[in-house]
């Protein structure tokens, strides 16, 4: 009776640290899934950001190079396409994260003639309107690079983390699967070439 009972005992606390260990492993994957998430959310809203600045740049730049319609109009479609690419944790395959980064790329090439355009209006290139928004541009590019890099940070964390042995066995039973990072355009280590 006693050996029986000693048996269930120590089967029971088996199960006990058992079920800690793995509610403590499965807490620890929402954590790091939820760090990540959060920080693509970061990504979104920078991006946001500068498709918000957008169309103050072009009303600017419109007022001097009224016959630069073309790149306006290149910045404006560019703009449109980048904005319609979402994504959200839940289709974050890598080929959306693909599709999301090519039309981001195709808005940063855009922006890069309209801001170009300068060089041909030296009025412009005096505008305060136009200085500042060339500045807060610049400034939400280097906060998109820094998110980006946040998000690899924040994926890269989640990956490893569900990756290693024994949490791996957990993650593929209540399904974390693995995250896409940002990773750099074909042809980008390639300085672009702007031309009008």
């Not at 600017?60 to 980048?82: D, F, I, P, Q, W």
């Not at 983390?161 to 593929?172: D, N, Q, V, Y």
């Amino acid at each position: 009776m006693k050996k029986s009972l000693i048996t269930i005992i120590a089967i029971v606390a088996v199960i006990i640290v058992i079920g800690m260990w793995a509610a403590g492993a499965y807490n620890s994957m929402v954590t790091v899934q939820e760090k990540a998430t959060t920080a693509w959310s970061n990504v979104q809203s920078t991006y946001q950001r500068r498709a918000d600045l957008i169309p103050n740049l072009v009303e600017t730049v419109k007022g001097y190079a009224a016959h630069e319609k073309e790149t306006l109009e290149g910045v404006v479609n560019a703009r449109s396409k980048a904005t319609s690419v979402n994504i959200d944790p839940e289709n974050m395959t890598p080929e959306k994260l693909k599709e999301f980064q090519q039309a981001q790329g195709e808005l940063s090439t855009a922006l890069g003639r309209l801001i170009a355009i300068q060089e041909n209006y030296p009025d412009l290139k005096a505008n305060e309107n136009f200085k500042e928004l060339q500045v807060q541009l610049e400034g939400t590019e280097n906060r998109i690079n820094e998110a980006r890099n946040t998000f690899n940070a924040a994926v890269q964390e989640y990956n490893v983390t569900i990756r290693r042995f024994p949490k791996s066995l957990l993650a593929g039973m209540f399904g974390f699967d693995k995250m896409s990072k940002f990773e750099a355009e074909a042809g980008a280590e390639k300085a672009p070439q702007v031309k009008f």
